[in-house]
């Protein structure tokens, strides 16, 4: 990559102000009074919740968006001047990076070579560079969109860098990809930096990421609350980080929401069949009276949790969800979904590949897998949205093949991606979905009562579901699939690009509704989150690896399964399956 030095800082920001006016006329504030300053050749990270600023800011360096106050240069280019001068220095991969599924991978990065002006001569010597880093030789002829999420995540970052930036800024571009695919492209980004002093800013929702930078920036609603080496913020928490055994018998996720309704926790998760978590003093907290507690190092997400706690300690405990009434048809014994040989073809490619499990009333039960793996299909098998090309499927006492209506009335479901209708208002989608699942009058009128209340949606309720950011679209997914108080609910990787507090709202919501015996399948691609499970399956390329509890698959991984991690565990099982099976696509 060519460089042309402008002093030491490559992104140099001070006192940035940004803001916006809804459509109904609020303005809102996302960037007050920001600092920033980025050194050249190194790798610096964005952290912070839903809101806080990130994108925006990032949008500023890219010479997108003009702050109301502020300097900003980049490679001492004053950006609100000359924001083509600075755009020809940079690449921005956003959070949707516009990939033509309809070409090749090959005729992507023409179209984006033509688009900076790309040489053929330049091309000839960039493409090898490119394909062999993002190990996308072997499939320039394939459509970008026959590729997993791993891979279009690499062939836009291939895309991105076809211009030969000087400074690279990556708005969370590890968000949705699997364990594997982000181990994969960590270590491109890593390389760039290391080998050809590349400057990436990048936004994450991995707070292991963020420990691996060379210097953070953590901002909420639009402040800067820490910057530095990523040591100054774990520093924070140093002293007050322990781990605690949960009573037996009990499961880990019990304890950890337990912790997290006493203001005396700062913050906790589950971890290995354990509760990691901080206190506000050096002193193990009064509720763990009686269990095993030690001290242990405090990690970067401690200090991060830390300084979020700080400056809002605001936790309110989500209120209950009703027990579904009794319903006809409705399973009676300890297993309300069965899955056996199940079977899903699509033409001549087999995604789902004769796999069995069965989950039992109030368990939450996990499907991980990298992308392509066929969680996401045997979900919408599972949901009634999509038939099966043979084998059994039972899901709350009915057989799939004869009564899929009855089931789906069973059911909660929250896809992948955001599918609710973005013109309608939040309210009106509450309204919309409540009339679908057959809610009436004052029953209508309480359960949507209820969802605005209980998602923190009442201050949101008339702005269109479109605009809303992406912790709240998340929120309102949810909400609607609970509207109708469902047996069983399906979550299709929800807290995919949602905030570590988001997170841990969501997870003590799920296991409020598992300890009041609602069923949850979930998939999810923060390994970490495997851990709220009382069981887990790893699929890879539609075949069932690995099924047990936490515990048990991380001792298929390894002997010593308390000190690996789920990342670990899910990583090695997958590697060992695919070198005896070499043809599972990437």
């Known amino acids: 990559m060519s460089s042309e030095q402008h002093g030491d800082q490559a992104v140099l920001g001070r006192n940035l102000r940004k803001q916006f006016r809804r459509e109904s006329g609020e303005i809102v504030v996302a960037l007050d009074g920001v600092s920033i300053e980025v050194q050249h050749g190194t790798l610096a990270g964005l952290v912070g919740p839903d809101g806080a600023g990130k994108t925006t800011l990032i949008r500023l360096i890219a010479g997108l968006m003009r702050p109301e106050a502020g300097t900003l240069t980049v490679d001492g280019i004053d950006v609100t001047r000359e924001p083509q001068q600075v755009q020809d220095r940079i690449a921005y991969m956003p959070q949707r990076f516009g990939l033509y599924e309809d070409l090749t991978v090959r005729e992507?990065?023409?179209?984006?070579?033509s688009l900076h002006g790309v040489t053929a001569q330049e091309r000839s010597q960039r493409y090898p560079e490119l394909l062999q880093m993002t190990d996308l030789t072997r499939f320039t002829q394939r459509l970008a969109g026959n590729l997993s999420g791993g891979m279009k995540q690499k062939l836009g970052l291939a895309c991105t860098l076809i211009g030969s930036p000087d400074i690279l800024l990556l708005d969370e571009p590890t968000v949705g990809v699997d364990p594997l695919s982000r181990r994969e492209l960590w270590d491109i980004i890593a390389r760039l930096v290391r080998e050809q002093s590349l400057t990436?800013?990048?936004?994450?929702?991995?707070?292991?990421?963020?420990?691996r930078c060379d210097g953070v920036f953590v901002l909420r609603e639009g402040k800067l609350l820490a910057s530095g080496p990523p040591e100054g913020v774990t520093a924070v928490a140093e002293g007050h980080s322990f781990e605690a055994d949960p009573p037996a018998g009990e499961p880990a996720?019990?304890?950890?929401?337990?912790?997290?309704?006493?203001?005396?926790i700062i913050d906790a998760v589950p971890e290995a069949g354990r509760v990691h978590f901080v206190g506000a003093s050096a002193e193990p907290d009064?509720?763990?009276?009686?269990?095993?507690?030690?001290?242990?190092?405090?990690?970067?997400?401690?200090?991060?949790?830390?300084?979020?706690?700080?400056?809002?300690?605001?936790?309110?405990?989500?209120?209950?969800?009703?027990?579904?009434?009794?319903?006809?048809?409705?399973?009676?014994?300890e297993?309300?979904?069965?899955?056996?040989?199940?079977?899903?073809?699509?033409?001549?490619?087999?995604?789902?590949?004769?796999?069995?499990?069965?989950?039992?009333?109030?368990?939450?039960?996990?499907?991980?897998?990298?992308?392509?793996?066929?969680?996401?299909?045997?979900?919408?098998?599972?949901?009634?949205?999509l038939s099966a090309t043979s084998g059994t499927l039972r899901v709350a006492g009915f057989d799939l093949r004869l009564a899929r209506a009855s089931a789906r009335q069973q059911v909660g479901y929250?896809?992948?991606?955001?599918?609710?209708?973005?013109?309608?208002?939040?309210?009106?989608?509450?309204d919309?979905?409540?009339s679908a699942y057959g809610l009436r009058g004052s029953r209508k009128r309480e359960r949507i009562a209820w969802a605005l209340a209980q998602f923190e949606l009442e201050p949101l309720m008339r702005l269109a579901s479109g605009q809303l950011p992406g912790g709240y679209k998340q929120r309102l997914a949810m909400a609607t699939a609970l509207l109708h108080a469902p047996q069983i609910l399906f979550l299709d990787e929800p807290t995919s690009g949602a905030d570590p507090l988001a997170r841990?709202?969501?997870w003590q919501r799920i296991t409020q509704l598992a300890q009041q015996k609602v069923t949850i399948i979930v998939t999810t691609h923060f390994m970490e989150e495997a851990e709220y499970c009382d069981r887990i399956a790893i699929l890879d390329g539609g075949r069932m690896l690995a099924e047990g509890t936490p515990a048990s698959v991380r001792q298929q991984a390894s002997r010593e399964a308390h000190r690996a991690t789920m990342e670990d565990a899910f990583i090695g099982i997958v590697e060992r399956a695919r070198e005896h099976r070499p043809q599972v696509a990437s």
């Open 108 to 113: 992507n990065l023409d179209l984006y070579a």
């Open 200 to 211: 990436v800013l990048m936004s994450t929702s991995y707070l292991d990421e963020a420990a």
């Open 253 to 264: 996720r019990n304890l950890q929401s337990q912790l997290l309704d006493d203001p005396a």
């Open 286 to 333: 009064r509720l763990l009276s009686g269990l095993h507690v030690v001290a242990v190092p405090a990690r970067f997400e401690d200090g991060f949790m830390t300084l979020l706690r700080r400056q809002s300690s605001d936790r309110s405990r989500p209120s209950g969800l009703p027990a579904a009434p009794p319903t006809t048809g409705a399973a009676t014994d």
């Open 335 to 385: 297993n309300v979904i069965e899955v056996r040989d199940l079977v899903r073809k699509f033409g001549s490619f087999t995604a789902v590949d004769h796999i069995s499990f069965k989950v039992r009333r109030g368990e939450i039960y996990g499907l991980l897998g990298p992308n392509g793996a066929g969680k996401t299909t045997t979900f919408r098998m599972l949901c009634g949205l």
């Open 414 to 430: 929250v896809a992948q991606k955001f599918s609710l209708y973005g013109q309608l208002s939040v309210a009106e989608n509450l």
């Open 432 to 434: 919309f979905f409540a």
């Open 504 to 506: 841990r709202e969501f």
